[in-house]
């Protein structure tokens, strides 16, 4: 078999294996595999062959894979539907219990519950929208 072909066999499996991982090292390894791949298939010998994946290699490693991994873990720049609702504050309009009540968020008017379940906030107060569970938002007061 090729010396080619074989790296391109273990560029094949360490792609499947960073789809199934995720870890952003794996593909790395897997574009050193490919790179060594094509330097087999022009003929480069076998020791050389092992320099350029170790050279290819620790280069995306070290200074690709960091931006990577950067773009990746960066916080959701806007929440967006109900999510954005979370946080903010909330007008009652009806009194909100343990077991209902209406707010306005944002001007328009949801069903509303309170976090607390022992809690009872009367109309005109101000609250909190700690979570939404369908159409219900559960609200908790502003001290």
Same mark, same amino acid.
């Given at each position: ?81 109900? /999510? ?21 968020? /944002? ?37």
């Amino acid at each position: 078999m090729d010396l080619w072909l074989i790296w391109l066999i273990i560029a094949a499996v360490l792609a499947v294996a960073e789809i199934l991982t995720l870890t952003a090292a794996l593909g790395m390894l897997s574009a050193a595999a490919l790179v060594t791949a094509g330097c087999a298939a022009i003929g480069l010998p076998l020791p050389f062959q092992f320099l350029v994946f170790a050279v290819v290699a620790t280069v995306t490693v070290l200074f690709v894979r960091p931006v990577a991994m950067r773009h990746m873990l960066q916080p959701q720049a806007a929440r967006f539907g109900i /999510d954005a609702l979370v946080g903010k504050a909330a007008y009652v309009v009806s009194e909100v219990s343990g077991r209902g009540g209406r707010v306005r968020i /944002d001007g328009e008017e949801w069903t509303a519950r309170a976090y607390d379940e022992t809690l009872v906030i009367p109309p005109g107060k101000t609250v909190d929208v700690i979570e939404i569970s369908g159409t219900t938002a559960f609200v908790y007061p502003r001290d």
